[in-house]
T-cell receptor
Framework: GAVVSQHPSWVICKSGTSVKIECRSL??????MFWYRQFPKQSLMLMAT?????????EQGVEKDKFLINHASLTLSTLTVTSAHPEDSSFYIC????????????FGPGTRLTVT | GDSVTQMEGPVTLSEEAFLTINCTYT??????LFWYVQYPGEGLQLLLK?????DKGSNKGFEATYRKETTSFHLEKGSVQVSDSAVYFC???????????FGKGITLSVRP
């Protein structure tokens, strides 16, 4: 149980375009979802926290207009990278916590974004 | 702010060798401490955790003890297996909203 999926697993896009990444909790209701970014050989950096039905809370230094997060349902959150640039290339990971004792974070497998 | 420092990697061991991965932390407040593992092609999984000083977390033969006096949470296993090859992350949480602060992670490779 407590499985989180991400789609796509990898994506290549051209500079200036936007790309959407989905994060789904498959077998539980995710009251809170987290989005992380991971650079090679570095730790996961928390970008934002989102609660279902409310606006995401962004960490300091993260551009909310560039990284749009939507948590429209208890099983789905999306991250849209708008007007992507090569420096946005990274590994994006989501996690989710739920109700009914599911307070630990369950992580998705990540999405590799390459902006050319 | 909160931070987690892990020893530099990668680490390569022979099967059945003893493993220690060091982790130290700085935190405001009283953190909970975690070790996560990421197997190739998979998401991070919680390996073990400890929520107060002197607690020992254990799972799959791995152990880590919450040492408040040395602000450490070192991961140990007495006899590693090839299947333990993965990336290991030390992390802490101090907030009620489960926000995690991660170390850089260390890659462990175990040779047969």
């Amino acid at each position: 149980g407590a499985v989180v999926s991400q789609h796509p697993s990898w994506v290549i896009c051209k500079s200036g375009t936007s790309v959407k990444i989905e994060c789904r909790s498959l077998d539980f209701q995710a009251t809170t979802m987290f989005w992380y970014r991971q650079f090679p050989k570095q730790s996961l950096m928390l970008m934002a926290t989102s609660n279902e039905g409310s606006k995401a809370t962004y960490e300091q230094g993260v551009e909310k207009d560039k990284f749009l997060i939507n948590h429209a349902s208890l099983t789905l959150s999306t991250l849209t990278v708008t007007s992507a640039h090569p420096e946005d290339s990274s590994f994006y990971i989501c996690s989710a916590t739920g109700t009914g004792g599911l307070h630990e974070q369950y992580f998705g497998p990540g999405t590799r974004l390459t902006v050319t | 702010g909160d931070s987690v420092t892990q020893m530099e990697g990668p680490v390569t061991l022979s099967e059945e060798a003893f493993l220690t991965i060091n982790c130290t932390y700085t935190a405001t407040g009283y953190p909970s401490l975690f070790w996560y593992v990421q197997y190739p092609g998979e998401g991070l999984q919680l390996l073990l955790k400890a929520t107060k000083a002197d607690d020992k977390g254990s799972n799959k033969g791995f152990e880590a003890t919450y040492r408040k006096e040395t602000t450490s949470f070192h991961l140990e296993k007495g006899s590693v297996q090839v299947s333990d090859s993965a990336v290991y992350f030390c992390a802490l949480s101090t907030g009620a909203n489960s926000k995690l602060t991660f170390g850089k992670g260390i890659t462990l490779s175990v040779r047969p």
